[in-house]
């Protein structure tokens, strides 16, 4: 009877496997139809989708890092809201604010653009701090506070963040705190000259971007979360993922003992919970119903590098945070 309920009970959990495949395919194929060359990007912002985290997208102005997210946005079926981050906002500007009525003698609560399924936030480093806060602690706590009103925020709820980097003038950079709250990190980069060509090619033919279409319901966005929870982790692993995050912290415990100048601090123990998650859902992305290191050594690059603050030793040789997550990855043994 037992063995008979297990394997209906895998029966059931490879049929979610192939129907959250079908469906990301869906929105995959939508988004297609809008961007050229960002394939890997989109599939990184699906990742973090399923897992149920935030993200950050870096690079420099151009590479449609906010077309990006606005398509993503057009192809599920939820609000979406976007914040234009500049050096002159409150806090107010994001989450709202109460508003005196003189006539009736009381409040009401005008609710921010945070209030939203997804949420771009638009060069989040060109704000102050103050404001940056207001975001992140919304993205922490899934609640706004308004006076003496608390106001939880619907799910899914994701914030996809730009910023340019922090070498350009008037940004103002995340502090390392702030940035852990974002499971991951994603660099963009230019796109390749075939693919700049298509670009030219598509806006010289219909003069317009074209628009895609609603292909997931916000309710099929929590079944497949539902689905990337019951994925199966070994221990070995969940073993794995620790042992990188614990490289970045003592890497001459790990055998690495070159990298212990150039790194300022390592990984909190946030990293290996988001390393897990997203293996899981990058496993099932790939249609299997259990994760393996590979998993978990794809998604690493984009949940340590954030994660990962370098001296200014490191600085002074041109050793980045990716460098040194490049010489982890190949350095701590895989299971």
């Not at 192809?75 to 976007?82: G, K, M, N, W």
């Not at 001296?311 to 040789?317: D, F, G, K």
């Amino acid at each position: 009877m037992e063995q008979s309920q297990s394997s209906s009970a895998t029966t059931d959990l490879a049929a979610e496997v192939t129907a959250v495949q079908e469906r990301f395919d869906a929105v995959k194929a939508e988004v297609g139809k809008v961007l050229v060359g960002q394939d890997e990007l989109l599939g990184r912002l699906l990742l973090a989708l399923l897992a149920d985290g935030h993200v950050l997208l870096e690079g420099v102005p151009g590479l449609a890092k906010t077309l990006t997210v606005s398509t993503l946005a057009d192809t599920l079926d939820c609000t979406f809201s976007r914040i234009q981050f500049t050096p002159d906002m409150l806090p107010g500007d994001v989450t709202g604010t109460q508003i005196f009525n003189p006539r009736e003698g009381s409040y009401s609560v005008r609710r921010g653009p945070v209030f939203g399924n997804l949420v771009l936030a638009d060069e989040i480093n060109r704000a102050p701090a103050k404001v940056q806060a207001a975001l992140l602690e919304a993205m922490q706590e899934r609640q706004v506070t308004l006076g003496e009103e608390t106001f939880g925020l619907e799910e899914p709820f994701l914030v996809m963040a730009t910023q340019n980097p922090i070498e350009q003038e008037g940004t103002y950079p995340l502090p390392e705190a702030q940035l852990d709250r974002f499971m991951v990190k994603l660099k963009v980069g230019y796109l390749s000259r075939d693919d700049e060509v298509r670009v030219i090619d598509r806006m010289a033919g219909a003069g317009r971007v074209p628009q895609a279409s609603s292909v997931m319901a916000a309710s099929e966005i929590l079944t497949a979360r539902d689905a990337a929870r019951l994925v199966f982790v070994d221990d070995k692993v969940k073993r794995y993922a620790v042992d990188l995050v614990a490289a970045t912290r003592d890497p001459a415990a790990s055998g690495l003992a070159e990298l212990a100048n150039l790194i300022e601090f390592g990984a909190s123990v946030r990293a290996s919970l988001n390393l897990v998650k997203l293996a899981k859902s990058h496993a099932l992305l790939a249609g299997r119903a259990y994760t393996s290191p590979h998993d978990v050594k794809t998604v690493a690059p984009d949940v340590l590098r954030h994660r990962v603050a370098v001296t200014y030793e490191a600085e002074a040789e041109g050793r980045s945070s990716d460098d040194i997550v490049e010489t982890i990855l190949a350095h701590v043994e895989v299971p």
